[in-house]
């Protein structure tokens, strides 16, 4: 379970709560209202090296592991310049976020957004951005496994 928004969240629980709502509009405000939640990024972060390469919007990601921890927990601060961006980066800080390397490797992302049917709901440009960001932290992980 990742604690973020300051609470914890849990890919399931993005499922379930979409779930639950019977238009894509009404979808589409929780995602923004997800993102609105993520923490900001510090300026300092928002730096050429941490932008994810093939996303329409500007997107920033900084990897660090818990300290002390001795199974390699990443963590990752992500941001966004665009709001409904923010939103799908914090369904995917969801999977993602407060795991080791192994189990972001071992997660079935694809399932995952078919299981909320996202990348139907998205232009092709956002959804390529969004595939670029899940392949950065994949390498990541696997780097670091």
């Known amino acids: 379970m990742a604690k ?5 969240i849990t890919s399931d629980d993005i499922v379930d709560t979409l779930a639950f709502f019977d238009s894509w509009d009404d979808r589409y405000k929780y995602i923004i209202d997800l993102g609105r939640e993520l923490p900001p990024m ?6 050429d090296d941490n932008l994810i390469r093939g ?3 500007q997107v920033w990601l900084v990897t660090r592991e818990e300290q002390g921890s001795q199974d ?3 963590y990752f601060d992500v941001d966004s310049d665009a709001f409904i961006v ?3 980066l914090a369904i995917v800080m969801a999977a993602y976020n407060g795991k080791t390397a192994d189990e972001i490797l071992a997660f079935d992302i694809q399932a995952y957004f078919e299981s909320i049917d996202l990348m139907r709901h998205l232009s092709p440009t956002r959804g390529s951005g969004l595939q670029a960001m899940v392949a950065r932290i994949q ?3 696997s780097q670091a496994a």
């Open 42 to 47: 510090a300026d300092e972060h928002k730096v």
């Open 72 to 74: 390699g927990i990443l």
């Open 55 to 57: 996303c329409q919007s």
């Open 139 to 141: 390498q990541i992980a």
């Open 86 to 88: 923010k939103g799908l």
């Open 4 to 8: 973020q928004f300051g609470v914890d």
